[in-house]
């Protein structure tokens, strides 16, 4: 999310900045009914076929709205609304940075809800054999940040707690280092193929299992699935801290030593049940 300190100092790109924020965070269907963007055109911004400056967002949840509008100088007002039925029933100003942690939290629990009604209407689809166990867990490109920190709502109690938890962490540390290798290249492809493929696909092995198998099993060395899943977590998570500080330093080299670690260590089997 943005920074308040950039707000006077460029308007414009901070809240572009912001809109782009809940772009990535929001599947396009969330999007489109919750995010209002008012951007008249002028004259010559018809004539030169741009867009109008950005002068009001409004995030619309079931019960409040949140509203930030801007005027040249810079003028910032930021309310909440309660609202009901699409009426406004009160209004409460805020200070711009009261109002972008109230933004942020809305943002956050739309997305877990959708992720929420997603992963039901997928786990209903695999219960009649229409979609395989785990298809839901996904990171797609377009929704890249919102897929990788919902993922923890999204497996639910279907994997142990410690495994939700790492999952989250995970999430976070990929989040924080794909922002910080943005346009380098084969660094970014790394931190990308490991939010995409190296992690869902972890979790979609043992989603393919039966519920009771991957906890009741024992294998020879005296594990289990879920613990192995626990394991395997444990390396993505540690590869990707490493990834994060190599990305903090600017070590370039360390980041691709990781990156083949991933390839080697993922690459083939997303989950050691040997």
């Known amino acids: 999310m943005t920074e308040p300190s950039t707000a006077d100092s460029d308007p414009q790109a901070f809240l572009g900045d912001l809109v782009a924020s809940v772009a990535r965070t929001l599947p396009a269907e969330v999007l489109d009914r919750v995010l209002t963007v008012d951007r008249p055109r002028t004259l010559a911004d018809r004539i030169a076929r741009r867009p109008g400056l950005i002068r009001e967002v409004r995030l619309t949840g079931t019960n ?162 879920a613990r192995a899943l626990v394991a395997q977590l444990g390396a993505l998570e540690s590869a990707a801290k490493r990834m994060r500080d190599a990305a903090v330093d600017h070590d370039a080299s360390a980041l691709l030593v990781n990156g083949r670690f991933l390839a080697d260590r993922f690459a083939t089997s997303r989950l050691d049940l040997s």
């Open 64 to 225: 409040e709205a949140l509203r930030l509008s801007y005027d040249p100088g810079p003028h910032w007002k930021a309310e909440w609304a309660r609202v009901y039925r699409g009426a406004t029933i009160s209004t409460h100003a805020m200070t711009l940075g009261e109002w972008l942690t109230a933004f942020a939290g809305q943002v956050a629990a739309l997305a877990a809800d959708a992720a929420g009604d997603s992963a039901s209407a997928s786990r209903a689809l695999q219960t009649l054999g229409i979609e395989p166990a785990g298809s839901e867990i996904r990171v797609s490109e377009s929704t890249l940040e919102g897929d990788l920190l919902t993922l923890p709502a999204r497996l639910g109690s279907r994997v142990p707690s410690e495994a939700v938890a790492a999952v989250g962490r995970i999430a976070e540390l990929l989040v924080d280092t794909l922002a910080r290798v943005a346009g380098q290249g084969e660094p970014e492809l790394i931190v990308r193929r490991t939010a995409m493929v190296y992690l869902p696909d972890t979790l979609r092995a043992y989603l393919s299992l039966p519920a009771d198998w991957a906890v009741e099993h024992v294998f020879p060395d005296g594990t289990t699935p």
